[in-house]
């Protein structure tokens, strides 16, 4: 009797670790598919979907990131990472001449970081860094906000392109 309880729990476990490790398959599956769209078109998801969509479209629902574009004319390539916005402001008057004067200052303390202003109807934006990882940003964002309190408040990681410098030699 106990030798049949023993064997009928045994079952039970092995029943269910092969349960997850089945729902672990899917999940990885899910994860190698580039886009939600992909995603619903597998069979496996248990319908049939035809998803008709502008390539355009389908390039900015891609999980795909860390696509490296070289232009070897400008010395960087460029790709998905973080930067550290400093200032937004759409105030036509003043935002321009803000975004400059702090972009100054940051420059003086901070030679080693990249400044980039930058307008896009109506904001004038002051972005700040290179970052691959969002670590390596939070970590330059502490410094930013110790060394300007004053304007810590508006300060924040946020997704952009980067430029990635190009050391001499480089070849696709």
Same mark, same amino acid.
């Given at each position: @009797?106990?030798?049949?309880? @023993?064997?009928?729990?045994?079952?039970?476990?092995?029943?269910?670790? @092969?349960?997850? &490790?089945? /729902?672990?398959? !899917?999940? +990885?599956?899910?994860? @190698?598919?580039?886009?939600?769209? !992909?995603?619903? %078109?597998?069979? %496996?998801?248990?319908? *049939?979907?035809?998803?008709? !969509?502008?390539? +355009?479209?389908? *390039? =900015?629902?891609?999980r795909a990131e860390g696509v490296i574009k070289y232009d070897g004319n400008k010395g960087y390539a460029? #790709? #998905?990472?973080?930067?550290?916005?400093?200032?937004?402001?759409?105030?036509?008057?003043?935002?321009? /001449?803000?975004?400059?004067? *702090? $972009?100054? &200052?940051?420059?003086?303390?901070?030679? %080693?970081?990249?400044?980039?202003?930058?307008?896009?109807?109506?904001?004038?934006?002051?972005?700040?860094?290179?970052? =691959?990882?969002? $670590?390596?940003?939070?970590?330059? &964002?502490?410094?930013?906000?110790? $060394?300007?309190?004053?304007?810590?408040? $508006?300060?924040?990681?946020?997704?952009?392109?980067?430029?990635?410098?190009?050391?001499?030699?480089?070849? %696709?």
């Open positions: @009797m106990k030798t049949l309880v @023993m064997r009928k729990s045994l079952f039970f476990i092995l029943l269910l670790a @092969m349960i997850g &490790l089945t /729902n672990g398959a !899917q999940a +990885q599956i899910a994860v @190698m598919d580039t886009s939600i769209v !992909q995603y619903l %078109e597998r069979p %496996e998801t248990g319908g *049939k979907v035809k998803v008709v !969509q502008p390539a +355009q479209l389908a *390039k =900015r629902v891609s460029q #790709s #998905s990472g973080f930067r550290i916005q400093v200032f937004s402001d759409n105030d036509y008057r003043t935002a321009k /001449n803000n975004a400059l004067y *702090k $972009e100054g &200052l940051i420059q003086q303390a901070f030679p %080693e970081l990249e400044t980039y202003v930058t307008f896009t109807s109506p904001f004038w934006r002051l972005r700040v860094g290179d970052f =691959r990882s969002y $670590e390596e940003a939070g970590n330059a &964002l502490i410094q930013l906000k110790k $060394e300007f309190p004053q304007m810590a408040r $508006e300060m924040r990681v946020v997704r952009d392109k980067i430029h990635i410098q190009i050391h001499q030699g480089f070849t %696709e």
